[in-house]
T-cell receptor, first 116, second 115 residues
């Protein structure tokens, strides 16, 4: 079974600074997808970024980028130029790429607060 | 393009009752997954439906069931409600094509409170 671990329950950062959220996972699969989701107080889960395990290049989406280390099973999220609207819970998630299932396995989340 | 719509947004039920939650996926999406979110257990996978067939099921008791209709809309049902069933229930839709994992898009959830 796959597991996802987020070791930082809470983090805070000053507006305009950079912050990195950590995520490690455990799997015996060779092909899979990794995701970061953001859940603001509205409770809407919003996809931040997606990484395919077979791609060596790290995914980027505007101010969001990942550091994907497949051998170490690590998938950290870097948020640059933090904004107040980035305040939210951030969840790291894993999905197998085989078997035709869309099942996501989530970590426990990291609560990020961006301070003015 | 309309997003994932979950109804109702809030529900209060009494122990022992049953409840049905609804999820309308993004147009064209054929996969609908359900998750339970609680402060203690976090986000846990309930089940997934694709083209009216259950493809995967999480580790929940048989009181939790679901189905998907031909228009891809899905319902989940919880019978004999327990206090521990109080949670945010999230629905996600994805997969335009079988076997290709698309990005999962979530609805705003249904907040169920069991008293």
């Amino acid at each position: 079974a796959q597991t996802v671990t987020q070791s930082q329950p809470e983090m805070s950062v000053q507006e305009a600074e950079t912050v990195t959220l950590s995520c490690t996972y455990d799997t015996s699969e060779s092909n899979y997808y990794l995701f970061w989701y953001k859940q603001p107080p509205s409770r809407q889960m919003i996809l931040v970024i997606r990484q395919e395990a077979y791609k060596q290049q790290n995914a980027t989406e505007n101010r969001f980028s990942v550091n994907f280390q497949k051998a170490a099973k690590s998938f950290s999220l870097k948020i640059s130029d933090s904004q107040l609207g980035d305040t939210a819970m951030y969840f790291c998630a894993f999905m197998k790429s085989q078997g035709g299932s869309e099942k996501l396995v989530f970590g426990k989340g990291t609560k990020l607060t961006v301070n003015p | 393009k309309a997003g994932v719509t979950q109804t109702p947004r809030y529900l209060i039920k009494t122990r022992g009752q049953q409840v049905t939650l609804s999820c309308s996926p993004i147009s064209g999406h054929r996969s609908v997954s359900w998750y339970q979110q609680t402060p203690g257990q976090g986000l846990q996978f309930l089940f997934e439906y694709f083209s009216e067939t259950q493809r995967n099921k999480g580790n929940f008791p048989g009181r939790f069931s679901g189905r998907q209709f031909s228009n891809s809309r899905s319902e989940m049902n919880v019978s004999t409600l327990e206090l521990g069933d109080s949670a945010l229930y999230l629905c996600a839709s994805s997969s335009l094509f079988p076997g290709i994992q698309e990005k999962a898009f979530f609805g705003q959830g249904t907040r169920l409170t069991v008293v």
